[in-house]
Every structure is written in structure tokens, then in C-alpha cells.
């Protein structure tokens, strides 16, 4: 009996032990247990420096920063003090020198001192030899675009960032032959005919993105590029004086468009039988002269003519507060059709002469499944509607409406009883009222809202409106 005792109590003995030595290897199991791999794929996370560090933590971890594909050097505000200059060339440097041989994905230097412009040319050079895919350089300048860049038969992204360069660059007449998308912003180019060649050799370019470009004034522009799917131009060119100048966009292949620009700045198309989505948002001054709204209008009606085939559309207040979009101005706009239009978003005050611009859109705007609308508080009251809208057709597709931003005032009544009324398979009314604080008899005019939209005839017997 007691030798039955002692075999239970040594059994009971060995299974604890033996639950502790399992538990102690599932604790011992971790990151330094992944395959290579996923390793890679978690440290191209982090900058370049931390991986370093890293190789301390685990014997598997000791070498593995020198087969990494993504080389991230980017800085803290602290980093770029003149004192740690040297301390983040050399880092760099020898990086690049005791890496193994294995082919670069992305060389990302974010660095805003001044003073390692001089070393980015050896390193392009350095990353172009290991097959770089795409460079991204953030920097505070340069003395000169790396010419290396320009011949790599590997790179595919290259975006170009120089926070206070003043350089004008110059780039060559040919382009990275597997170059897919470009980004350059901040820069300073000569632009005209230089730039436009080497857009125009770079054959596979798909995405190009101007952002905060500085260019010359009072000139043509031409961009001419069969492959490219998207272009962005944005946040306000700035120019050396306020002066007119023209992009002219040849890109049959175009499928995206994204600009946010003066008025200033004209864009031109060649048609752009793909395009899909469109988002426009031009800034006007005010105070416009009778000869500066005209010139205007026709701008706006051009650009929107030659979006008309997209699918989706958004535009900004601009466009409609400050040049309203008038047929009887601008005779244009009677012929033109959005047919495949099925999403449209702006922001706009709601004025009298906004609210006839909506209407103006919905009657060549067919297929409209999707409309959103984002209220400017600004001027939301001037120029209430006086007479009763008319659309003059019903909208058969229309099914969601957003609005954002209401207060309640007679023009934001006027339009939704008018969609109301006309929309046959509407199935979503969604209203998200204004986050301002209002005064009461704001409340007051939002509660009379409600009363009185609840009691407008709707001729779809699926819509439902809902407050936010």
C-alpha cells in the first residue's frame, strides 16, 4: 500500500515538473523563432538604427540587419541638430557598406540638415548597385539631382521631397525605364520643356504626383504620357508672382485625377476616354471682376467637360460659391453629360445660386446613385430660395443621400423636399446636423426642420431619414 503511495506521489512529481518544462519552452518561444521571412517583414517596420540595436537582443538576430531589403533612415527633430550630423552619415555609410548582397526594395532617407547633401549621391549610387526598387528622400536640399537615379533599369517609386530647396533642378531628357510612380514635392524644376521630356521617356510611369511645386510662371506646361493611370496636382503651386500658366495633359490611358489649385492655373485634356474618379477643388479670390468671372466660368466648364466620364466626382465650394455654374453664362454646359456619373460629393454654402447649380448637375447627372453633400457654414443663409425648385425629371437611380453640416434654413428644405419628390428608388435620407455651437434659436429652427421634412411626400415608399 505505502510502495503504491510513493509511485502515485513520484507520477503526480513528474507531471508538474514536466507541465513546468513546457510552459518554460512555450515561454521561451518568440520573435527570434519566426521564420526569416516574417522577420524581414517586421523589421522593415523600423528604422535602421533599431535594428541594429535589435541584433543584441537574440544570437538569431545578430546578422539579420545585414540582409534587410528595406532600409529606413529617418530622423527625429533631435537627430538633425548639426551635433549628430556625422553620427547619422557614418551610420549610413556603413550600413551600406556591410550589408550583404541581397537586392534593395526601398532606401527611405528623411534627414532635413542641409549639410549630408554632398553623401546622397554615393548613396543612390550605392542602393542602385543592389537593384534598388524605390527611393524615397526627404530632405532639407540638394545640390543636384543624383544622375544615377536616371539610369537604374530597377527603380519604380521614386519620391522626392526637399523641405527648403531653392535649386532649380534640371532633369534629363530620359527616364528610368521601369519608373512606375513619381512624387516630388517641395522641388524647385525648370520645368517647360525639360521636365515634360523626361515625364514623357519615363514609359511605364503610372502615378505622378505635383505637390507644392514651385514652376515658372507664364508658361505652357505639357505632360504627355500614354501609360500614366493617375495624376495628382495639389496644394497650391506656389509661383514666383501671381501669373497664369497652363498644364496641358495628354494621358488617354488617365483614370484618376486629383487637383487642388488657384484658378490661376488652367488644366487642359486631350479626351480621357478611362477616366474613372475625379476630385477638383480650385480656390477663387474674391471679389471677383465681371471679366475674371467669365474667364472662370469658362475655365470650370472646360475642366468639368473634360471629366464628364467619370464614375465618381467630387468638387469643391469654389466651384460652385464663388463661380456658380450657369447654362445661361456659359452655353457649354447645356450639351454636356455626366452618363456613367454614379457618386458625386461637394461642400457648398447652399445658396440660392448653389442650389440651382444642384439642380443644374442632377439634370445632366442621369445616373446618379450616390449623392453627398458637405454645408459650408459660411454665408449658409444669404440668398434664400424664394420660389419652388424644379428639376423637370425624376431621379431613377438616386439612392443614398448624405448631407453634412445642416441647420435647418430654407434652402437645405427646399433641396431635400426636391429629392424627396424625385428620387423613385431613394432608400437613405442620412443628415448629420452642424457641430457648431448654435445658439437656441438655431435648436429651435433644427427641431422646426425635422417637424417639416417628416412631412414631405416621398414618392419612393423605401426611404428613410435619419439624423446624426
Not at 12 to 24: H, T
Not at 84 to 112: A, G, P, Q, T, W
Not at 121 to 136: G, H, L, M, P, T
Not at 249 to 258: H, S
Request: glycine content about 2%; hydrophobic content about 45%.
Amino acid at each position: 500500500m505505502e510502495e503504491s503511495m510513493n509511485i502515485s506521489h513520484v507520477s503526480s512529481d513528474a507531471i508538474e515538473e514536466e507541465k513546468k518544462k513546457k510552459k518554460k519552452r512555450r515561454s521561451q518561444y518568440g520573435i527570434s523563432d519566426l521564420p526569416d521571412s516574417i522577420l524581414h517583414h517586421i523589421f522593415s517596420f523600423l528604422n535602421i538604427q533599431h535594428a541594429v540595436r535589435a541584433s543584441v537582443l537574440s544570437k538569431r538576430f545578430r546578422n539579420l540587419w545585414k540582409s534587410l531589403t528595406y532600409l529606413n533612415f529617418v530622423t527625429s527633430a533631435d537627430d538633425e541638430q548639426p551635433t549628430h550630423y556625422e553620427d547619422f552619415v557614418i551610420m549610413v555609410n556603413n550600413v551600406l557598406i556591410l550589408r550583404d548582397k541581397s537586392d534593395i526594395v526601398r532606401l527611405r532617407v528623411h534627414f532635413k540638415n542641409e549639410d549630408i547633401a554632398p553623401h546622397i549621391e554615393s548613396w543612390i549610387f550605392a542602393a542602385i548597385q543592389y537593384n534598388v526598387r524605390e527611393v524615397d528622400l526627404r530632405v532639407h536640399a540638394l545640390y543636384d539631382l543624383p544622375t544615377s537615379l536616371f539610369f537604374s533599369k530597377s527603380l519604380k517609386v521614386l519620391r522626392l521631397s526637399l523641405t527648403e530647396c531653392v535649386r532649380m533642378f534640371t532633369f534629363p531628357s530620359l527616364g528610368p525605364p521601369m519608373l512606375e510612380v513619381l512624387i516630388l514635392k517641395f522641388c524647385a524644376v525648370v520645368w517647360a520643356n525639360n521636365i515634360s521630356g523626361f515625364i514623357s521617356a519615363c514609359s511605364s510611369l503610372k502615378d505622378l504626383v505635383l505637390e507644392e511645386v514651385e514652376l515658372e510662371p507664364e508658361m505652357t506646361y505639357h505632360i504627355k504620357n500614354g501609360n500614366l493611370k493617375r495624376f495628382v496636382i495639389k496644394d497650391e503651386i506656389m509661383f514666383a508672382n501671381e501669373s497664369h500658366c497652363i498644364f496641358q495633359i495628354n494621358a488617354p490611358n488617365l483614370t484618376a485625377f486629383t487637383c487642388s489649385i488657384e484658378m490661376q492655373t488652367e488644366i487642359l485634356f486631350a479626351p480621357l476616354p478611362l477616366l474613372n474618379f475625379a476630385d477638383i477643388e480650385l480656390e477663387v479670390k474674391t471679389d471677383l471682376t465681371e471679366d475674371e468671372k467669365q474667364r472662370y466660368l469658362w475655365q470650370i466648364t472646360r475642366l468639368l467637360n473634360a471629366v464628364r466620364n467619370v464614375k465618381s466626382l467630387k468638387l469643391s465650394a469654389d466651384v460652385f460659391d464663388q463661380v456658380a455654374f450657369e447654362p445661361r453664362v456659359v452655353p457649354d454646359c447645356r450639351s454636356m453629360q455626366f452618363h456613367n456619373l454614379t457618386y458625386l460629393s461637394f461642400r457648398t454654402s447652399l445658396s440660392r445660386d448653389c442650389i440651382f447649380t444642384i439642380v443644374e448637375l442632377l439634370k445632366i447627372s442621369p445616373k446618379i446613385k450616390t449623392l453627398v453633400i458637405h454645408v459650408a457654414e459660411e454665408n449658409l443663409t444669404s440668398g434664400n430660395m424664394g420660389e419652388c425648385l424644379e428639376l423637370g425629371c425624376m431621379l431613377h437611380h438616386l439612392k443614398v443621400l448624405k448631407i453634412h453640416g445642416v441647420i435647418g434654413c430654407v434652402n437645405e428644405i427646399k433641396l431635400l423636399q426636391l429629392v424627396l419628390e424625385k428620387a423613385i428608388v431613394l432608400e437613405k435620407m442620412l443628415i448629420w446636423t452642424s457641430k457648431y455651437d448654435m445658439p437656441p434659436h438655431r435648436e429651435k429652427r433644427l427641431e422646426s426642420f425635422r417637424k417639416t421634412l417628416s412631412t414631405v411626400p416621398r414618392v419612393s415608399s423605401n426611404a428613410t431619414i435619419s439624423f446624426f
